[in-house]
């Protein structure tokens, strides 16, 4: 049962454009989400967080929406550069516990 | 800071063998983590403690897997028999209890079990 889901597998954007990914959960006990970004050969890195009592948060070029009553977050890059491409996963918790529940990752290419 | 260290970075075995992976978490940190990521599953969390104790070992695929905190900076992850579907690449993490969701991960070990 996955609680946290990347629908898209890859992406491919230009250059300068927005990279929008998205994330779908269904367990209403998650407030708080997260994504992380992922290069080949390397651990996963904290890109980005929002508690469920915003809807946005803003961090340079990257923005995460968060849309309680869908149960779906995205995230916005603008304007995406070469540098940007690699798995993003999504990743929620819980209550006050420490566990995270990953999505399966979105592979990012951006196109120079 | 070194980060968080993992060894080996590649480890190729035989079925039936026994397989250790290490870990070393950012000093400070009093949360670690033990994930397995493979193609059909992504991420998984396998097991993680809180200030050496397992908290939730729930994701440890069977008895074969065990592993242990002996101090705050140290940790090992066991297979033992292994076999071939544990082929994987295990990430170890860490992070401070009171940053929600926000860990800290090592390189990796791919593990490949012939």
């Known amino acids: 049962d996955q609680q946290v889901k990347q629908n898209s597998p890859s992406l491919s954007v230009q250059e300068g454009r927005i990279s929008i990914l998205n994330c779908d959960y269904t367990?209403?006990?998650?407030?708080?989400f997260l994504w992380y970004k992922k290069y080949p050969a390397e651990g996963p890195t904290f890109l980005i967080s929002?508690?469920?009592?915003?809807d946005k948060n803003e961090d340079g070029r990257f923005t995460v929406f968060l849309n309680k009553s869908a149960k779906h977050l995205s995230l916005h890059i603008v304007p995406s550069q070469p540098g940007d491409s690699a798995v993003y996963f999504c990743?929620?918790?819980?209550?006050?516990?420490?566990?995270?529940?990953f999505g399966t990752g979105t592979k990012l290419q951006v196109i120079p | 800071d070194a980060g968080v260290i993992q060894s080996p970075r590649h480890e190729v075995t035989e079925m039936g063998q026994e397989v250790t992976l290490r870990c070393k978490p950012i000093s400070g940190h009093n949360s670690l983590f033990w994930y397995r990521q493979t193609m059909m599953r992504g991420l998984e969390l396998l097991i993680y403690?809180?200030?050496?104790?397992?908290?939730?070992d729930s994701g440890m695929p069977e008895d074969r897997f065990s592993a242990k905190m002996p101090n705050a900076s140290f940790s090992t992850l066991k297979i033992q028999p292994s076999e071939p579907r544990d082929s994987a690449v295990y990430f170890c993490a860490s992070s401070v209890s009171a940053e929600a969701g926000e860990q800290y991960f090592g390189p990796g070990t791919r593990l490949t079990v012939t």
């Open positions: 990743a929620a918790v819980h209550g006050g516990y420490q566990k995270v529940t």
């Open positions: 367990n209403s006990m998650f407030d708080y």
């Open positions: 403690f809180n200030n050496n104790v397992p908290i939730d």
């Open positions: 929002i508690s469920s009592i915003k």
